[in-house]
């Protein structure tokens, strides 16, 4: 059975930085699509990161550019994002999140295909 699991999530100053791990199993994550989505209570899932199969290209949204980075080790079937310079709007649960269908218009709709369980971001002022 495939699995996507989170790791790295705590607290952080703003200013700070963080890096999250999301672990895959049970399928050959190399052939996906992998990034991260967030969310905070009572608000809906936001995209935040996508990188290719390959790794050479990415997607970020807006609010992070320039402040995160996401990255994969295919050996690992593992994702990474890299938050610095951290803002307590940065405060979410961030989930990891796989696609075979690569890059594309349906990770800023949210409509990928697996998804972690989120692991909590945050951020003090």
């Known amino acids: 059975q495939e699995h996507l699991v989170e790791s790295g999530g705590g607290l952080a100053q703003a200013g700070g930085s963080l890096r999250l791990s999301c672990a895959g199993s049970?399928?050959?994550?190399?052939?996906?699509?992998m990034g991260w989505f967030r969310q905070v209570p009572g608000k809906e899932r936001e995209f935040v990161a996508a990188?290719?199969?390959?790794?050479?290209?990415?997607n970020y949204a807006d609010s992070v550019k320039d402040r995160f980075i996401i990255s994969r080790d295919n050996a690992k079937n593992s994702v990474y994002l890299q938050m610095n310079s951290l803002k307590p709007d940065d405060t979410a649960v961030y989930f990891c999140?796989?696609?075979?269908?690569?890059?594309?218009?349906?990770?800023?709709?949210?409509?990928?295909?697996?998804w972690g369980k989120g692991t909590l971001v945050t951020v003090s002022s």
């Open positions: 049970g399928r050959f994550w190399s052939n996906y699509a």
């Open positions: 990188l290719s199969m390959s790794g050479d290209s990415t």
């Open positions: 999140a796989a696609d075979i269908r690569g890059l594309g218009d349906h990770w800023s709709t949210g409509h990928v295909d697996y």
